[in-house]
């Protein structure tokens, strides 16, 4: 069992930065896929970015090319999301998801095998 603790999320008025963090528990850390995904009320959820186990390749969402990176340290069993030029669009809970080996596509949530409780982003406008 997994567990992944989001940390980061606020409140940030438009074209402001946030960095969340997601801890992992686990010693195999760097052989997981790692994703953040965000729901908004009344909205499915949705992929954001992802990172593999080396941090080598990573993959975004057309809405947040650009903006926002996603980073890993497998030293430290966490990854990152740096958010830059935030929008109101942003605002949602933001989830971290981790993929233990699946050959499931990377932008779909039904790929991941854990998940955090999520943090609240808020981007005033």
């Known amino acids: 069992q997994v567990q992944l603790v989001e940390s980061g999320g606020g409140l940030v008025q438009a074209g402001g930065s946030l960095r969340l963090s997601c801890a992992a528990s686990?010693?195999?850390?760097?052989?997981?896929?790692m994703a953040w995904f965000r729901q908004a009320p009344g909205k499915e959820r949705e992929f954001v970015a992802a990172?593999?186990?080396?941090?080598?390749?990573?993959f975004y969402a057309d809405s947040v090319k650009g903006r926002f990176t996603i980073s890993r340290d497998n030293a430290k069993n966490t990854v990152y999301l740096q958010m830059n030029s935030l929008k109101f669009e942003d605002t949602a809970v933001y989830y971290c998801?981790?993929?233990?080996?699946?050959?499931?596509?990377?932008?779909?949530?039904?790929?991941?095998?854990?998940w955090g409780q999520g943090t609240q982003v808020t981007v005033s406008s």
């Open positions: 686990t010693r195999a850390f760097s052989s997981y896929t």
């Open positions: 990172i593999t186990w080396s941090g080598g390749s990573t």
């Open positions: 998801a981790a993929d233990g080996g699946s050959s499931g596509s990377l932008k779909v949530a039904s790929t991941y095998d854990y």
